[in-house]
């Protein structure tokens, strides 16, 4: 591959590869199939759990490798093998929880367990959790019982309540047990292990890539990365170059190097093709 171009790209899936109709728009995916045939290398990035992707990637031109629950699990999207995987233990649900209870009482939880592959996993939640979207049924569970195993992440959720207000009302008093952050403003936030973001997992992928001794160039950058909310802050800040969709948040279009076209309107492949014409 040419290093007239990226060697790394990396993408959000909700509200950032797919539209509003959870379709990878056409533009999106002529681009993708021609950097992948161009050597480059397609990442997906996403809040969304293993068992949530087979839905985008049997859209695409390319079973890529996908870092998931923004950043607890990267893998291997065409075999379904979970490659590294990082878990928030009891004891530190434990200590988040009682948080949640101090700042946010009344909030429901809920998490996602590690199963042995993509079709092997459990979402457990409590009686009061409530869905922030439209979903399939969960597997309710005691309050203490969703606390009582390894997760991936934990969601804590108040309807009604804007997700930047349930982080604001925390205080800053889980930073120094979890990740915490969110890819909807209904209400929800997350909870992954200390140090783990889209952005970790994307380091490890991309140090077994030529991306790993490439160097960035003002015209030509190693990495891209496209995202839209503020879970996605993180691989924007890493990426050598950044680009917050048009329908991000104004947080993410702040931290950004440079604001597209909106997912529906195909924005990533509006800046792909300045390097794929």
């Known amino acids: 591959m040419s290093r007239s171009r990226p060697i790394l790209v990396a993408t959000d899936v909700d509200g950032t590869l797919i539209g509003s109709d959870d379709l990878v728009p056409a533009a999106n995916l002529a681009v993708v199939e021609d950097l992948v045939a161009d050597g480059a290398t397609f990442v997906l990035a996403t809040g969304r759990p293993p ?51 101090e700042r946010l009482p009344g909030s429901g939880i809920a998490a996602e367990r590690l199963g042995a592959d993509a079709a092997d996993a459990d979402f457990v939640a409590s009686p009061d959790y409530e869905h922030a979207w439209i979903h399939p049924a969960h597997l309710e569970v005691g309050h203490a019982e969703v606390l009582s195993e390894p997760v991936l992440k934990l969601l804590a959720r108040v309807p009604g ?11 800053g008093e889980v930073d120094h047990l979890a990740d915490v952050t969110y890819s909807t403003t209904n209400g929800l936030i997350e909870f ?86």
């Open 51 to 101: 068992r949530w992707l087979a839905q985008v990637v049997d859209q695409l031109p390319v079973a890529p490798l996908a870092v998931c629950a923004n950043g607890a699990v990267i893998m291997d999207t065409g075999s379904g093998e979970f490659l590294e995987t990082s878990l928030l233990d009891p004891d530190t649900l434990a200590a988040i929880d009682d948080v949640l209870r």
């Open 161 to 171: 309540m804007p997700s930047a207000e349930m982080l604001a009302a925390l205080r």
């Open 192 to 277: 992954a292990a200390r140090g783990v973001t889209k952005a970790s997992g994307l380091s490890r992928i991309a140090a077994s890539t030529a991306a790993a001794t490439a160097t960035p160039s003002a015209d030509v950058p190693v990495t891209v990365a496209f995202g839209d909310m503020p879970n996605d802050l993180e691989m924007l800040r890493w990426a050598d170059h950044g680009v917050a969709m048009g329908n991000a948040i104004p947080a993410v279009h702040a931290a950004a190097d440079e604001v597209t076209l909106t997912n529906d309107e195909a924005g990533l492949a509006h800046v792909l093709r300045r390097w794929w014409v």
